[in-house]
């Protein structure tokens, strides 16, 4: 695509976004004067009384919150990047301030990623290769598939504790089965013809799966990914709020329970931005190993 095309979507997101930051910032002010005569009844019935800053907070105010949290300004005010003793202090004695949350959120995204991915792509192609195992544990399999996952949290934490262990076992138990299925799918759907001949030169039941299988379905297991890693982030925002002593799903549900609508803007939107990027080192990621495709090629 042409960049002055793509300059031109830059522009009219730029233009979207600061209209619904404008009319978040500023929307619940004008709703009140526009309807300040009006009963209390009738007011609710305009759409924009949802923007009171009492639920949601507004994004000035979210952004003065960022920056406390994130101790790059002291509660004076005050900036702390031209003083940095007092940035490392605010660190050293805030122990919840929002760079140690966020990373105690991504280390254990990380390994129940990397846990439900690897085990979910081994289990997979066992199955996918072969059918006996695949007869003999397919219903339970099927069985284990249909509780909801969320339904486990409160029995993971109880096995497993309030530390790390049972927030990478949810994000696990939750990746596992998404990347298993398309796995499974991908190592049956791979065409006999090129296993039969890989056969008629010789090759093993090893090589047939290194050479043949696994580079087959390699584009099913990268289609499980970028929603494995988002339902990895769920995971662990969800064992957070059963019970936990760090992460941005800790400071959700406290303020939550504290009211203070500000704090959980802020841990939200960082989830957002988490999300985001994840999604997009996946799909690099995806773009590398799986360059050898037509629609791969054209992107690099």
Not at 17 to 44: A, C, H, M, T
Not at 119 to 144: D, M, N, T
Not at 266 to 280: E, K, N, P, T
Request: net charge neutral; with cysteine; charged share 15%.
């Amino acid at each position: 695509m042409n960049s002055k095309f793509e300059y031109r979507f830059i522009f009219l997101q730029l233009l979207v976004l600061i209209f619904i930051l404008s009319i978040w910032e500023w929307g619940w002010e004008f709703n009140q004067w526009l309807v300040e005569d009006y009963p209390r009844s009738v007011q609710k019935l305009f759409l924009i009384t949802i923007l009171d800053p009492f639920f949601i907070s507004q994004p000035s105010e979210i952004w003065i919150r960022f920056q406390e949290m994130s101790c790059f300004i002291t509660k004076s005010g005050q900036s702390t990047f031209f003083h940095q003793n007092e940035f490392w202090q605010c660190i050293d004695k805030n122990r919840y301030h929002l760079w140690g949350m966020t990373w105690a959120t991504l280390y254990n995204t990380f390994w129940g990623f990397l846990v439900g991915v690897s085990s979910g792509v081994l289990v997979g192609l066992i199955l996918g290769r072969s059918y006996v195992l695949a007869k003999i544990f397919e219903p339970f399999i099927v069985a284990f598939n249909s509780l909801p996952r969320i339904a486990l949290v409160p029995l993971i934490v109880l096995l497993f504790g309030l530390g790390d262990l049972s927030k990478i076992m949810t994000a696990w138990i939750i990746v596992f089965f998404l990347v298993f299925f398309n796995t499974y799918e991908g190592a049956r759907s791979v065409d006999r013809d090129q296993i039969n001949a890989a056969k008629l030169m010789g090759a093993s039941d090893l090589q047939i799966t290194m050479t043949v299988v696994i580079p087959s379905t390699m584009s099913w297991v990268f289609a499980s990914l970028t929603p494995a890693v988002s339902f990895s982030l769920i995971g662990v925002i969800v064992g957070e709020f059963i019970g936990a002593d760090k992460g941005l799903g800790k400071i959700i549900i406290e303020s939550e329970s504290t009211m203070e609508t500000a704090d959980m803007m802020v841990s939200l939107f960082v989830l957002m931005i988490v999300g985001v990027l994840l999604a997009y080192f996946v799909r690099r990621i995806q773009s590398h190993l799986l360059r050898w495709q037509s629609q791969h090629s054209a992107e690099r």
